[in-house]
């Protein structure tokens, strides 16, 4: 009732588009790894995504390294920063990119999509890091098991604090 809300997105249909995929996993496996991380959002807010192919989506996400194209930020090659996605907003808002130096895989070896893809769309969402070591938003990765809840109650809390 103060006016004070979280930045997020203002309306609860996003778009999404894979621009670009990686080679280190059959694109099925890449649509469906991106597809649940983004599940795991809308499973507890009243979010939907649909998946666009052409055009301008909300979620613009790429496979990319070292500088790209406009973005602001960069890859630093194999390991360290893994992603990274910007707060809902319009243009670059809500876009996500992956480190094409990373091996990206659906299973333990590598960096598991799937879980760096649920933790960047937080981002994505408007949600920052948690120091709560067992929520998804933690910014260390931890390899947790991708067939579990990822989603903490601090996650849960985080994101219905914006779209609840
Ligand atoms: O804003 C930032 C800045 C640095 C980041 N580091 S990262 O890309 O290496 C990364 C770290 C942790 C995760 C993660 C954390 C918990 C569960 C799953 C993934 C994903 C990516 C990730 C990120 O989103
Ligand atoms: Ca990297
Ligand atoms: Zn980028």
């Known amino acids: 009732q103060y006016g004070y809300t979280l930045p997020g997105w203002r309306k609860y249909n996003l778009t999404y588009r894979i621009i670009n995929y990686t080679p280190d996993m059959a694109r099925a496996a890449v649509d469906e790894a991106i597809q649940e991380g983004l ?19 909300d979620i613009m996400i790429a496979f990319r390294t070292r500088v790209h194209g406009r973005c602001p930020r960069y890859f630093d090659g ?17 876009d ?10 659906k299973d333990g070896a590598g960096f598991n999509l799937f879980l760096v893809a649920a933790h ?3 981002h994505a969402l408007g949600l920052s890091h948690s120091n709560d070591q067992t929520a998804l938003m933690f910014p260390n990765y931890v390899s947790l098991d991708p067939r579990k809840y990822p989603l903490s109650q601090d996650d849960i809390s985080g994101i219905q604090s914006i779209y609840g």
């Open 39 to 57: 599940e795991v959002w809308s499973k507890v807010t009243p979010l939907k995504f649909t998946k666009i192919s052409k055009g301008i989506a």
């Open 78 to 94: 194999p390991l360290g920063v893994l992603g990274h996605a910007f707060p809902p907003g319009p243009g670059l808002g809500g």
């Open 96 to 105: 996500t990119h992956f480190d094409e130096d990373e091996n990206w895989t």
């Open 120 to 122: 960047e769309f937080g």
